[in-house]
C-alpha cells in the first residue's frame, strides 16, 4: 500500500520537476535537479518491478457475512431466550392464578358442605329431642305392657287364643314396678319355662363378679344368665310356687335331667340363698350330693368378690385346701357351699393346673363311677298350680318322666 501511494506521488511530481529544471538558468540547480529526476526514476522502476500485494475477495466476501450471521445468531437466541422467559413468566402466572381459582372454589364447596351439615345436625338434633320427648310423654302415659307375670302365665291367657313359639317376651311378676324381657319355651314339656340360664357354646364369659350376677348377662337366644334379682321377683310372687328343671347335654350328646318340685331364692340381705323341694330325674341329685357337706341346698349365692361359700378359714376339696370356691372353679358364681358336687355356671379353664375342676359339672350325673362331660345345661322355672305332690307326669315321648322323691335323696 505504501509503495503504490509513492508511486503515485512520483508520476504527480516528475512532470513538474521537469518544467522547473528547463526553466532554471543556473546550471549548478539544473544538474541537482536532474539528479533528483534520476532518483526518483529508479525508485518509480524498482516500485514497477515490484508486485503490490493483492486482496483476497473471497476472503473479504467470506468475513463480512460470517460477522453478520454470528450477530445475528446471538441475536436470535437473546430474542429466543427473552421469549422463552417471557412464556415461562406468563405460564406461571397462569398456573398461579389457576391454583388460586381453584382452591377459592374448594374452599367455597367446603363451606357450603359445612353449612349444610350443620343445618343437617341441628334438624337430626332437634328430631332427636322431639322423638325423646314423644317416647317420654308416651311413657309417662302408656307404659309398656307385659305379655305376663311369668312365661307360664303369658302360655295360659294367650295359647287359648292361637298356638304361640318359644321366644323373648316381656314378663312382669307380681309387686313388681318393672317389666323386662325373658327367653319362654313353650314347646318343652307343655311349655311355659321360663329360662333363667342357658350354656351352649361357651362363647359368653361366665366370670362376672356379684353385680352382673345380680342384675344379669348374655343374650336371651343364646347363652345368659337371667339375673338373681329377676329370679327372685318370678319365684317370690304370692299364692305360687315354682318347680325347676334342669336339661344337661353330654358330650356325646346324652341327654339326662334334674328337677326340682318346689324351689325359691331369698331376696339379696339374705344373698339369693336357694330352696329346694323334692327331687326327680336321671342326673342325680348334686345340689343336695351324698354328704351333708356337699348338700348345696339352702346355700347362699356366692361370687370371686362376695364370698358366702362357707370357706372358712379353709375348706378341703378332694384333698385339696380352698379358700374360695368361686376362685377355685374359674371365678365364677354359684350356690357353694366349700364346694360341693355341682356348678353349671363354670367357664373354660385358662389354667387346668390352677383349676382342676371341670368345665361344667353335676358330679351324680356318671357312667361306670366317673362324672359325666357336660356340654350344655338349660335351666328353667314354671310355675305349679297344685300343691298335691306329683308321681310322674309324661306329655311326650321326647318329654322325661318325673317321679319326685323326698328331699336328701339321690337318683
Known sequence: MIEFLLSTLLLSVLPLLQTSASNSVDHGENNSTLKQLEILREIHSANAKVELPTRDASLEKCMMPCEVTEKLMKEEKRSLCRNLQHSLSSYTRSTRKLIRDMMDEHQRSLEFL???????????????????????????????PSHGRDCSDIKETMDTVAKIPSGIYIIQPEDTDYAFEAFCEMDYMGGGWTVIQRRTDGLTDFKRTWTEYTDGFGHLPGEHWLGLAKLY?????????FQLHIALVSQDDTTSYASYDDFWIDDETKFFAIHLGRYAGSAGDAFRGYSQEQNQDTAPFSTSDVDNDGCSPTCTFEGQAAESCSVRQNNTGWWFNQCGLSNLNGSPLDDVDLFPQPYLHWDTWTRNGVPVKIKAVTMKVKRVYSTKRPLTQVTSKDEPEETFVSSGSVQ
Open 114 to 144: 359445612s353449612t349444610q351439615v350443620r343445618e343437617l345436625m341441628n334438624k337430626v338434633q332437634s328430631l332427636s329431642t322431639e322423638v325423646l320427648r314423644s317416647n317420654a310423654e308416651m311413657s309417662s302415659l302408656k307404659p309398656v
Open 233 to 241: 321377683s318370678i319365684v317370690s310372687q304370692e299364692n305360687t310356687h
